[in-house]
């Protein structure tokens, strides 16, 4: 009888129920009614006594042992009835809620289902099937149509239309071919890939992120750090009370209908629930959110600070245009690349680029090479000094760039980068980059007004002309040029001054410093940089900017549904108190108030799951 | 002083984060504990000189959680 299974112990518990209530209703309190009363309460009550018994050998005082102090008090004085229906209430209850709690958690635990579960590696020639931990870096992993990726890796062979939805989000495929980065977790839905594993079993992306949701899911926030220090004394509290009162009224009935009330469970859970579905919710569309405390801050962010490159645009900053003095065009492009080989400057790929457009690869490399930051750098090419970059490189070399200066305000006014190219005594030609815009900026920037951030600054080390260009294009509040990674943290310390709470958002790249230093940080196109998703609160995994307004009002969502939690599970406790004290409330009608309160507490919380999906906001 | 995260079956009632913790609190050695509600995890501060993870295993075994793994 003890072992039976949790199921059919309630089915058991219910025909007794029924039983009971019948026989009650038909017989009266006979002796067989009363024996199966007690039968159905020792069908129901069993585990319950027995996990009372265990926690009081730790002299612990739960849920089960108040439950069953007041059932045997129940018996003791002759209420059957009641002692049946308190047990079968409070075990049909717990059962009814592990099962919806379990939806709140569902997101993810679906997201921990898409964890790879075979591997394919060719060793020796040998094309073997391995458990994804066995893999090793350098291995060789085979991915056929339709095979989930086993490991973070470079495409050696073969290209393939990817899925990435288990780590950015999104459901339309992506292209990926030889060169290209695939990362664990990922569906290669067409194609045959040859990769070699750069990171296998718990470094991968995917391994992370699982690992930060699984961490993030449990940060409290603080309301629910309150609500647990007010249910610590709630509970000690009310059993004083029954005892006191039973001591001056000798009212049975009232003392144990108190105990039965004591724990204020659909408290105790309110705030987790909330929190599990709604992190769970951007877990889903690739929105990582470290956690409760988090999740309350950023649906309170007033003013956010965007970083440009990479953030605002694209990353990928295109030459727009060759000026070229004295020398021709093509002659200024070459040496420009010849000094850029080895920088790793965004503005030196765009040239490099535009170089190999005209001529092919150039194989050429400069003789000596000195990057100044923030200014540029200066090179020897066929015994020849040559330099590149912006105004303080030429000035400090005293080159005269007088003449150059309207040309370059014009283009700067366009929101592009002039980058100069010089010998040591004039300036050779003047080479223009721009970045994109990314598409969803605009949508991005004019949600976030209508959900009412109230101001949106730029900071970027571009130049003050271009950075008001693409300031003034998307309608930004204000932007700050021309700063070193350690300005955008004194920007940002002189900001958190003014207006206290303040999100900033980079792609992790070189603005860490800022991510971290910010109220709160968010990093977009998280996935596959480290730095970024350790640093950042909160991480689009994809570069999709416009989701940030999408984890805002998440963050709305989630922080009200956790409210509505609490006040209703505290109006709940208040009314139960003042219902017992007054007696309408008996021993089975405050189990059942405080069963359903518990369950419609999860039963709020699980709407959440949905939250963004009607209203496409993702 | 080691650190350990002990996997529990689902943790579903209120009460058992109490529970659990309190248990622990009692217990010598342990320097901290909190359960982790929604991953149904325990993670507990000990040292291993006064009580060893199997130990702290079996007793919240015997509370009547199942710890189904630990790292």
């Known amino acids: 009888m003890p072992n039976i299974s949790k199921k059919r112990r309630l089915i058991l518990a219910s025909i007794l ?11 009266g309190y006979e002796m067989i009614t009363i024996l199966v009363m007690i039968t159905s309460t020792l069908v129901a009550g069993l585990p319950i006594f027995k996990k009372a018994i265990m926690a009081l050998r730790y002299r612990i005082v739960g849920i089960d042992a108040l439950v069953t102090i007041a059932v045997v008090g129940a018996m003791l004085i002759g209420e059957y009835w009641e002692a049946a229906a308190v047990t079968f209430l409070f075990m049909f209850g717990d059962y009814l809620e592990s099962r919806t709690i379990e939806k709140t958690r569902s997101s993810i635990k679906s997201l921990l289902d898409l964890a790879p579960d075979t591997a394919r590696v060719r060793r020796d020639g040998v094309e073997i099937d391995i458990s994804p931990e066995e893999v090793v870096q350098g291995d060789y992993v085979i991915v056929k149509p339709g095979e989930k990726i086993s490991v973070d890796g470079t495409i050696l062979e073969g290209s393939a239309y990817i899925n990435q939805s288990a780590i950015t989000g999104e459901s339309l495929p ?9 990362f664990s977790g990922t569906i290669a839905e067409s194609g045959y890939l040859i990769i070699r594993a750069d990171k296998v079993g718990e470094d991968t ?17 603080n309301t629910q750090k309150f609500l647990e220090k007010f249910s610590r004394y709630y ?18 009935v009232l003392a144990l209908t108190l105990l039965v009330i004591a724990c204020p469970g659909a408290l105790v859970i309110s705030a987790p629930v909330s929190i599990v579905a709604g992190i769970g919710n951007g877990a889903k569309h690739g929105v990582l959110v470290k956690g409760g405390e988090i999740m309350e801050k950023l649906g309170s962010i007033k003013v956010i600070a965007f970083d440009k490159t990479g953030t605002l645009t694209i990353g990928k900053p295109s030459v727009k245009n060759i000026k070229a003095y004295e020398i021709d065009e093509n002659e200024l492009i070459k040496i420009a690349a010849i000094g850029e080989s080895y920088s790793e400057h965004p503005l030196a790929r765009a040239i490099l680029q535009k170089a190999e457009e005209k001529f092919g690869t150039i194989s050429e490399m400069p003789e000596e090479m000195e990057i100044t930051t923030g200014q540029g750098l200066q090179f020897k090419w066929k015994g020849k000094t040559y330099f590149i970059g912006n105004r303080k490189l030429f000035r400090e070399q005293n080159i005269q760039i007088d003449m150059q200066e ?13 980058v100069m190219v010089g010998d040591t005594e004039r300036v050779l030609g003047i080479i ?3 970045d994109i815009v990314r598409e969803d900026t605009e949508k991005l920037i004019s949600n976030l007004k209508s959900q009412g951030i109230k101001k949106m600054v730029m900071l970027t080390g571009d130049n003050t002309r271009a950075a008001k260009a693409i300031s003034e294009e998307l309608g930004l509040d ?4 021309e700063l070193l990674p350690e300005d955008k943290v004194r920007v940002l310390g002189e900001l958190q001054v003014k207006y206290s709470k303040i999100a900033m958002v980079g792609d992790g790249v070189n603005d860490a410093p800022a991510l971290a230093s910010a109220d709160l940080g968010i990093a977009i196109g998280g996935a596959g940089t480290d730095i970024a ?22 963050s709305r969502a989630t922080v009200r549904n956790m409210k509505q939690n609490i006040y209703f599970a505290l109006l709940v406790a208040a009314l139960l108190l003042a219902g017992v004290l007054v007696k309408t409330v008996n021993l089975s009608f405050g189990m059942l108030i405080h069963e359903l309160s518990v369950l419609l507490v999860i039963i709020n919380a699980v709407r959440l799951i949905k939250y963004g999906e009607k209203e496409k906001l993702i | 002083m080691t650190t350990k995260t002990y996997q529990l079956e689902t943790v579903t009632c209120p009460s058992c984060i109490n529970k659990i913790e309190g248990m622990l609190k009692k217990t010598k050695g342990i320097e901290k504990s909190e359960v982790l509600f929604n991953s149904s995890r325990v993670r507990v501060s000990f040292e291993e000189s006064t009580i060893e993870s199997e130990e702290i295993k079996k007793k919240i075994n015997q509370l009547g959680y199942k710890v189904l793994g630990e790292k």
Do not use: C, W
């Open chain 1, 533 to 554: 998703m350790e640093t950042a609160d909160v991480v689009l995994m994809s570069a999709e900017v416009k989701k940030i307004s999408y984890a805002i009002g998440l």
């Open chain 1, 235 to 252: 509970t000690p509290a009310i059993i004083v009370l029954a005892v006191i009162l039973y001591l001056f009224t000798k009212d049975t």
């Open chain 1, 174 to 182: 992506v292209n990926r071919e030889i060169g290209e980065t695939v």
């Open chain 1, 205 to 221: 992306t995917f391994a992370r992120i699982l690992e930060m949701v699984e961490e993030a899911q449990d940060k409290k926030a």
């Open chain 1, 17 to 27: 129920m029924v039983a009971s209530f019948l026989l009650h209703k038909i017989i």
């Open chain 1, 432 to 434: 223009s980059i721009a």
């Open chain 1, 478 to 481: 204000a932007y700050y040029a």
């Open chain 1, 406 to 418: 309207e040309y370059l305000q014009s283009e700067e006014e366009k929101g592009q980068t002039a």
